[in-house]
């Protein structure tokens, strides 16, 4: 079958949006070319946005759009829909192939927001007829053959989302992949992939040189009570052997010439005896790169040997997930299962070590008070961190933090889902309102950065403050004229 993979269309409020290649897209292009199939894979998103009223938009025009439908004349058109401000574009590149085509064209949709949304994405998009959720090798693939033999057992598919008789039926999603080594690398020579590692998009300072993206394992097993991350990759850890990795790691040298790496992972540091065998081979291979962990890594496995050899492989800078300077909202409200410890002797290895430490931090988790956030201040004025992120937290679906706020009447059946962002509060409480909430963010990062002028003076004359960049300040202004505005950007979603 002929296969189009596409990105869908989307508003955001920003200007700036990181390009890094889409890997859940290309593992899946990857597998169905090794299927036999014939895949073309588009990203209309990438260049530079039009600005618009509602914001930002990145994608072709309708147009456009309806040029490459009818270039590659499809079977299946599979949309990459992470968000809910690319739910409008997914329904736009539907309803334009179901123009072109007709009714027999079959439309699938994947990606973050189906593994999260489930029933509400066939509903937003009735243009499209399927959905699948979390990770989708092995399911898409059933699901073409399915279609191939013109079969009609949806319900034998898992995780995938479909209409029957008017009705929006939602299989479980039950079956991951174990052997992560079986997979195919992504299929990133199926894109014009120097688009995504020349676009200047820097994450925590790495991006100025030619970048792609890794994912060395997948899921967590922490659970915690906001993140919806397990929705998409299930709830076990699942690694891929350390020699699978620095052979994808040197494709990515050799092939396409990646100086940079982003290693996406949300648990990297799972398996540190894995870490360290993964950083030896790279030194043994002498693969000249830097990288870093912009989703942040556990701190349980930390030790000194760790923190050296992520060095001595190229480790540019590491982000941690503290959270809370609070134990009770970091450990009882979020179920990080860390402690105050660990985390200072994370920071101190890798500090060591030479590598710059950035810690995210979550505000606005039901239960916070200004005493809890208090000691969020205090603590990390204590902790030698290079940088900080700070950003509110999002209730997503499914997750436990979004049935404790339903049962407790903090979310009504009204809730708007249509901007899934990180810097504008979602909901409040009686411990906050969210002008509360907006100056606990700038008083968190002002007493951040004052009370650690020495510390980053020294790392400057050092050259570590490679995180620092004119983006950063770019979007630091962003934010603080987002966050200081009282103009509802809930519209910034394009629907």
């Not at 927001?113 to 979390?134: E, M, N």
């Not at 499914?398 to 504008?424: A, P, Q, R, S, V």
Request: aromatic residues 12%; charged residues 20%.
């Amino acid at each position: 079958m002929k296969l189009l993979l596409i990105q869908a269309p989307y508003f955001y409020i920003h200007q700036y949006a990181y390009r890094t290649e889409i890997l859940g897209q290309l593992y899946i292009a990857a597998a169905a070319r090794q299927a036999g199939h014939e895949v073309y894979v588009e990203d209309p998103t990438l260049g530079d946005p039009t600005p618009t009223p509602q914001g930002f938009y990145y994608g072709g025009s309708p147009a456009e759009l309806e040029t490459t439908l009818k270039r590659i004349k499809p079977d299946v058109v599979g949309i990459t829909c992470h968000n809910t401000y690319s739910v409008s574009g997914a329904e736009m590149i539907g309803s334009l192939a179901k123009k072109v085509f007709g009714s027999h064209v079959v439309t699938v949709a994947g990606g973050l927001y189906p593994s999260v949304h489930k029933d509400t994405i066939l509903i937003r998009c009735p243009s499209l007829g399927f959905a699948l959720q979390g990770e989708s090798e092995q399911s898409f693939l059933s699901f073409l053959a399915l279609i191939a033999a013109k079969g009609e057992n949806f319900e034998s598919i898992d995780g995938l989302i479909f209409r029957r008789d008017d009705k929006v039926v939602v299989n479980k999603k039950s079956r991951f992949i174990d052997n992560l080594d079986s997979l195919p690398y992504p299929a990133r020579d199926l894109v014009d992939i120097s688009r995504y590692m020349n676009s200047s998009s820097r994450i925590y300072g790495l991006g100025n040189k030619p970048v792609l993206s890794l994912l060395t394992s997948r899921s967590c097993p922490n659970k915690c009570t906001f993140c919806n991350m397990w929705l998409v990759h299930g709830p076990r850890w699942r690694p891929r052997s350390a020699e699978n990795v620095v052979g994808e790691i040197s494709e990515m040298v050799h092939r396409y010439g990646a100086q940079h790496i982003f290693i996406m992972d949300d648990n990297f540091t799972f398996d540190g005896d894995r870490v360290k065998s993964i950083c030896e081979q790279i030194i043994r291979k002498e693969l000249r790169i830097r990288w870093n962990t912009p989703n942040g890594i556990s701190v349980a496995k930390v030790d000194k040997e760790m923190a050296n050899l992520m060095k001595r492989s190229g480790c540019a800078n590491i982000c941690i997930a503290i959270e809370s300077g609070s134990d009770y909202i970091r450990n009882t409200v979020m179920k990080k299962r860390i402690s105050k410890e660990q985390i200072i002797n994370s920071v101190t290895c890798f500090k060591a070590a030479g590598i710059p430490v950035g810690g995210f931090l979550i505000l606005g988790m039901p239960g916070e008070t200004a005493a809890h956030f208090q000691e969020t201040v205090e603590f990390v004025r204590k902790v030698p961190l290079s940088f900080i992120v700070v950003s509110f937290v999002y209730p997503f679906p499914g997750t436990k933090l979004y049935e404790d706020l339903i049962k407790e009447g903090i979310l009504g059946e009204n809730f708007d889902y249509t901007l899934d962002c990180y810097f504008k509060p979602a909901f409040t409480t009686k411990d906050f309102t969210e002008q509360d909430l907006y100056k606990r963010r700038w008083n968190l990062l002002w007493s951040f950065y004052l009370s650690h002028i020495p510390g980053l003076t020294k790392d400057l004359f050092l050259g570590r403050l490679n995180w620092i960049g004119s983006d950063l300040f770019k979007r630091f202004w962003r934010e603080k004229i987002l966050s200081t505005s009282s103009k509802d950007n809930s519209q910034i979603s394009g629907n």
